[in-house]
């Protein structure tokens, strides 16, 4: 009778998820609030801020991040509503809420030391699409199925081209230099070779190499010669050619 009553009383998976969903919320809702405050200090509507003159409004630099954070502010809102309507908020502050196991420790832990990696390393010093195609492969592969071994590895191989990028190219002078592009791509190169090698009859696996490269290369077309937004690392070695071929060989043709 006691343990049908306990289980009885036991939350759910829908409401310990939901609990969860909150504690994710919060994080999301004050995460966006300080970029899009941060994002307030580049001109838009021609302002002229420390000297810098902003153009027409959808040139300009803030267009993106605002529309980006401004989306993760209104997911974060939707996400708290939803969790607090079904109960999680409820269960947030309780050890089921915070959930705070070995697995949820390690799968934390190795997701901040990628970010980490990746947001210090390698976005202002390798190639964006590089960097960005070996973060989305490490993402998919490392968290698809939740195999700590996974985890692991991909941590490693996204901090070891980050340490190598801040090592070998800390100042700012230096971001131009290629040999840190060269690592960061053959690690990539490597990881997917291993992951088409190892799961060949998963269809996620195989689709992983074709949402590396598309992800980050749509995204940078679009912020370089769509919205003509600033891209992080022009001088990277794939981006610098595409920007060569754009405005040497592409664009004369319809300019002419």
Do not use: C
């Amino acid at each position: 009778m006691v343990a049908l009553e306990a289980k009885l009383n036991s939350p759910t998976e829908q409401e310990i998820l939901r609990a969860r969903d909150f504690w994710g919320a919060i994080v999301l809702f004050f995460l966006s609030v300080f970029f899009l405050w941060r994002t307030s200090f580049i001109p838009l509507f021609g302002q002229n801020r420390a000297g810098v003159s902003g153009a027409d409004w959808y040139n300009s630099a803030a267009l993106v991040p605002f529309g980006i954070f401004g989306a993760l502010l209104v997911l974060s809102l939707v996400l708290m509503n939803i969790s607090i309507k079904a109960g999680g908020a409820r269960l947030a502050l309780t050890r089921v809420g915070i959930g705070w196991n070995r697995s949820e420790a390690l799968r934390f832990s190795t997701l901040a030391l990628i970010l980490f990696f990746y947001i210090v390393g390698l976005v202002p010093r390798v190639d964006f699409i590089i960097g960005s195609g070996l973060l989305i492969t490490g993402l998919i592969y490392g968290y698809h199925g939740g195999r700590s071994d996974r985890m692991i590895l991909v941590t490693l191989i996204v901090a070891i081209a980050g340490l190598y990028a801040l090592a070998a190219h800390l100042p700012r002078s230096e971001w131009k230099a290629h040999d840190d592009d060269w690592v960061a791509l053959v690690l990539w190169f490597g990881l997917t070779l291993w992951v088409l090698a190892t799961n060949r009859q998963d269809r996620v696996a195989r689709a992983i190499p074709i949402i590396a490269i598309l992800a980050p290369t749509l995204l940078v077309l679009a912020m370089a010669f769509g919205f003509r937004q600033n891209v992080p690392n022009r001088s990277g070695l794939l981006f610098s050619q595409i920007e060569y071929h754009y405005f040497v060989n592409i664009k004369p043709l319809w300019s002419r």
